[in-house]
C-alpha cells in the first residue's frame, strides 16, 4: 500500500467523493461500513456519495464479506476497468501505441517505425490515425477518458510542449497536447519516456512506498525517479537525464551535438555502432546476437552497462532508493544488466546498496505503456477530477 498516499489522504480528512474514492485506490476494497468508519461520514451522506461514484461508474463490486448484523457485506472497490485510454510511446526509432484500461490492461496494441530524424508534421497524423484504428478494433472508443503521450526528453508541462529532444532535432517546443487532445475531445496528459517507465515498474510492483528509480536504454538514455507515488521531474522538468552527463576521458561524438557523453558510449544507437564492422544493424540484431552468446556482442553491451553503471552509483546514492528498474530494449539484456549492476555495486555508498534491488523491468517494453496507463488513472481518478465530474452530475 502506497503509505505516503493514504497519509495524505487521512491528513486532509476530505470526505468528497472524489476522496472517497482515493480512499478505496489507496486501501483497497471495503465495505460500506469499513469505508463510513474510516472517512467519517454519516450513513447518509456516504450512501450519496456512493451514489454519485456508482454513476460515474467508479465503483464495482468485489466480493462479500461476512459482518456482525448476519447478512453478508458487499465489498466496494474502486472501478479502474470502465475508463479507457489511448497511451502511445514515441521515440526515436519507432512508436508504440497501446489501448489500456485505467488498470494498465493492454486491450489492442501496435508498433509504428519511424524514419530517421523524423518530424512532428509528418509523424503525429499517422499516429493519431492508428490510435483511432485501435480504439475501433478495442471497441472502447465511447469510454475513452484520456490520452497519455511520452517521448524522450524534457517537456513544458505548463505549455504541453516538447523542449528540446538533445536527439529528436525536430521535436523543439512542438505542442503535444493539441494534435490528440482536439481530435478526440479529451484531456492529454504528458510524461517524459523514462520517467512513464519508472512509474510503469513503480505501478507492475503493486505502488510501493520506497522510492524507485527506473533506466531505460534503448536507442538513447534516460532515468527517472519515482517518490511517494509521483514521478520527481525537478525544477526544470529534467530530473533523471542521465544520457548526456559527460564521462571524462571519453571523446566520443554524441547525437547531442557534444562529445563524451555516457549516451555516445553505451546507449543503443553507439552498441549498434560500436558492433557495425560485424555486422550489426540494428537493435533487433545485437538483441539476437547477445541472445546467440555472440562473444564481442555480449561483451559490448556488458561494457555499455558498466558506463551506465557508473553514472547511476552517483544516481543511487543522491536518490538512496529501493528499487533500481532497467528497462529498454538493451537495458534488459542480461549483460548490460550485470555490467550495470556489478558498477553500481562496487561505486555506490554501501549503506545506499543496502537491501538495493537491482532488476529488469518485469513488463519488458510494455513496462512506459503501463506508466503511461498509471499516470492517466492518477490523472483521471484524482479527487479533484472525479468531484468536477460529481458536481456536475448533481447539478
Ligand atoms: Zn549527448
Same mark, same amino acid.
Given at each position: 500500500?502506497?503509505?505516503?498516499?493514504?497519509?495524505?489522504?487521512?491528513?486532509?480528512?476530505?470526505?468528497?467523493?472524489?476522496?472517497?474514492?482515493?480512499?478505496?485506490?489507496?486501501?483497497?476494497?471495503?465495505?460500506?461500513?469499513?469505508?463510513?468508519?474510516?472517512?467519517?461520514?454519516?450513513?447518509?451522506?456516504?450512501?450519496?456519495?456512493?451514489?454519485?461514484?456508482?454513476?460515474?461508474?467508479?465503483?464495482?463490486?468485489?466480493?462479500?464479506?461476512?459482518?456482525?448484523?448476519?447478512?453478508?457485506? =458487499?465489498?466496494?472497490?474502486?472501478?479502474?476497468?470502465?475508463?479507457?485510454?489511448?497511451?502511445?510511446?514515441?521515440?526515436?526509432?519507432?512508436?508504440?501505441?497501446?489501448?489500456?484500461?485505467?488498470?494498465?490492461?493492454?486491450?489492442?496494441?501496435?508498433?509504428?517505425?519511424?524514419?530517421?530524424?523524423?518530424?512532428?508534421?509528418?509523424?503525429?497524423?499517422?499516429?493519431?490515425?492508428?490510435?483511432?484504428?485501435?480504439?475501433?478494433?478495442?471497441?472502447?472508443?465511447?469510454?475513452?477518458?484520456?490520452?497519455?503521450?511520452?517521448?524522450?526528453?524534457?517537456?513544458?508541462?505548463?505549455?504541453?510542449?516538447?523542449?528540446?529532444?538533445?536527439?529528436?532535432?525536430?521535436?523543439?517546443?512542438?505542442?503535444?497536447?493539441?494534435?490528440?487532445?482536439?481530435?478526440?475531445?479529451?484531456?492529454?496528459?504528458?510524461?517524459?519516456?523514462?520517467?512513464?517507465?519508472?512509474?510503469?515498474?513503480?505501478?507492475?510492483?503493486?505502488?510501493?512506498?520506497?522510492?524507485?528509480?527506473?533506466?531505460?536504454?534503448?536507442?538513447?538514455?534516460?532515468?527517472?525517479?519515482?517518490?511517494?507515488?509521483?514521478?520527481?521531474?525537478?525544477?526544470?522538468?529534467?530530473?533523471?537525464?542521465?544520457?548526456?552527463?559527460?564521462? =571524462?576521458?571519453?571523446?566520443?561524438?554524441?547525437?547531442?551535438?557534444?562529445?563524451?557523453?555516457?549516451?555516445?558510449?553505451?546507449?543503443?544507437?553507439?552498441?549498434?555502432?560500436?558492433?557495425?564492422?560485424?555486422?550489426?544493424?540494428?537493435?533487433?540484431?545485437?538483441?539476437?546476437?547477445?541472445?546467440?552468446?555472440?562473444?564481442?556482442?555480449?561483451?559490448?553491451?556488458?561494457?555499455?552497462?558498466?558506463?551506465?553503471?557508473?553514472?547511476?552509483?552517483?544516481?543511487?546514492?543522491?536518490?538512496?532508493?529501493?528499487?533500481?528498474?532497467?528497462?529498454?530494449?538493451?537495458?534488459?539484456?542480461?549483460?548490460?544488466?550485470?555490467?550495470?549492476? =556489478?558498477?553500481?555495486?562496487?561505486?555506490?555508498?554501501?549503506?545506499?546498496?543496502?537491501?538495493?534491488?537491482?532488476?529488469?523491468?518485469?513488463?519488458?517494453?510494455?513496462?512506459?505503456?503501463?506508466?503511461?496507463?498509471?499516470?492517466?488513472?492518477?490523472?483521471?481518478?484524482?479527487?479533484?477530477?472525479?468531484?468536477?465530474?460529481?458536481?456536475?452530475?448533481?447539478?
Amino acid at each position: 500500500m502506497p503509505l505516503e498516499h493514504s497519509r495524505n489522504i487521512a491528513a486532509t480528512a476530505a470526505t468528497s467523493p472524489g476522496h472517497i474514492l482515493a480512499v478505496l485506490r489507496a486501501e483497497g476494497p471495503m465495505t460500506r461500513q469499513e469505508l463510513q468508519d474510516r472517512v467519517g461520514l454519516s450513513r447518509v451522506t456516504m450512501v450519496e456519495r456512493l451514489d454519485l461514484l456508482q454513476r460515474l461508474d467508479l465503483l464495482r463490486p468485489s466480493g462479500h464479506r461476512a459482518s456482525s448484523g448476519g447478512r453478508p457485506a =458487499e465489498v466496494l472497490a474502486a472501478n479502474d476497468l470502465g475508463r479507457t485510454a489511448l497511451v502511445a510511446d514515441i521515440g526515436q526509432t519507432h512508436a508504440t501505441l497501446a489501448v489500456v484500461d485505467l488498470r494498465g490492461t493492454i486491450l489492442g496494441q501496435a508498433e509504428q517505425p519511424l524514419p530517421a530524424r523524423h518530424h512532428p508534421a509528418e509523424t503525429l497524423p499517422p499516429l493519431l490515425e492508428l490510435g483511432r484504428r485501435l480504439l475501433a478494433e478495442s471497441g472502447r472508443a465511447d469510454s475513452l477518458c484520456a490520452v497519455g503521450l511520452s517521448i524522450p526528453g524534457q517537456l513544458d508541462h505548463e505549455r504541453g510542449t516538447t523542449i528540446a529532444p538533445p536527439t529528436m532535432p525536430g521535436w523543439t517546443g512542438v505542442p503535444l497536447r493539441e494534435p490528440f487532445g482536439d481530435a478526440l475531445n479529451v484531456p492529454v496528459v504528458l510524461e517524459n519516456d523514462a520517467n512513464a517507465l519508472a512509474f510503469g515498474s513503480y505501478c507492475a510492483m503493486g505502488r510501493p512506498a520506497a522510492a524507485l528509480v527506473g533506466v531505460k536504454v534503448g536507442t538513447g538514455i534516460g532515468a527517472g525517479v519515482v517518490i511517494s507515488g509521483r514521478t520527481h521531474r525537478g525544477e526544470t522538468g529534467c530530473a533523471g537525464e542521465i544520457g548526456h552527463i559527460r564521462i =571524462e576521458g571519453n571523446e566520443e561524438r554524441c547525437d547531442c551535438g557534444r562529445r563524451g557523453c555516457v549516451s555516445a558510449l553505451a546507449s543503443g544507437r553507439a552498441v549498434i555502432r560500436r558492433l557495425r564492422s560485424s555486422g550489426v544493424r540494428s537493435a533487433a540484431d545485437v538483441l539476437r546476437r547477445v541472445r546467440d552468446g555472440d562473444a564481442e556482442a555480449v561483451a559490448t553491451t556488458a561494457d555499455a552497462g558498466r558506463l551506465v553503471g557508473t553514472v547511476l552509483a552517483t544516481v543511487v546514492t543522491i536518490v538512496n532508493p529501493r528499487y533500481v528498474r532497467v528497462g529498454g530494449a538493451i537495458g534488459v539484456l542480461p549483460p548490460f544488466l550485470e555490467g550495470l549492476a =556489478e558498477v553500481v555495486r562496487a561505486h555506490a555508498h554501501t549503506s545506499a546498496l543496502d537491501g538495493l534491488s537491482i532488476e529488469a523491468c518485469a513488463l519488458g517494453e510494455n513496462t512506459t505503456l503501463a506508466g503511461l496507463a498509471g499516470l492517466v488513472a492518477d490523472e483521471m481518478l484524482s479527487p479533484a477530477t472525479v468531484d468536477a465530474q460529481a458536481r456536475a452530475l448533481a447539478t
